[in-house]
């Protein structure tokens, strides 16, 4: 199995900035992509960024030149770095791996979801 470990969350002021963490751990073979989604209250879960075992990354049209995505290869861990933030980034956070798992083949995984809150 595999579990993601999210954290950096919390509160912040518009015009602020935040860095969620990721760290994927258990029974990994091999990582295709690792990304981040949100959804917000009476909304859809979102995609916000994605990181393929290429490096080549994707964004939601709404974080481009506001998000970050990367990632550590060696601790299996991604990175969001959220700057700019408006109020309409408010939501959960939920980590997401895609990739194959030793003995179960491919696996799509999810965290536990982080909460950002975006108000003054």
């Known amino acids: 199995q595999v579990q993601l470990a999210e954290s950096g969350g919390g509160l912040v002021q518009p015009g602020g900035s935040l860095r969620l963490s990721c760290a994927a751990s258990?029974?990994?073979?091999?990582?295709?992509?690792m990304g981040w989604y949100r959804q917000a209250p009476g909304k859809q879960r979102e995609l916000v960024a994605t990181?393929?075992?290429?490096?080549?990354?994707n964004y939601a049209e709404s974080v481009k030149g506001r998000f970050t995505i990367s990632r550590d290869t060696t601790k299996n861990t991604v990175y969001l770095q959220m700057n700019s933030l408006k109020p309409e980034d408010t939501a959960v956070y939920y980590c997401?791996?895609?990739?194959?798992?030793?003995?179960?083949?491919?696996?799509?995984?999810w965290g536990q979801g982080t909460q950002v809150t975006v108000s003054s």
């Open positions: 997401n791996l895609q990739g194959l798992v030793t003995g179960l083949g491919y696996g799509n995984y």
């Open positions: 258990g029974s990994i073979g091999t990582i295709y992509v």
């Open positions: 990181i393929t075992s290429g490096g080549g990354t």
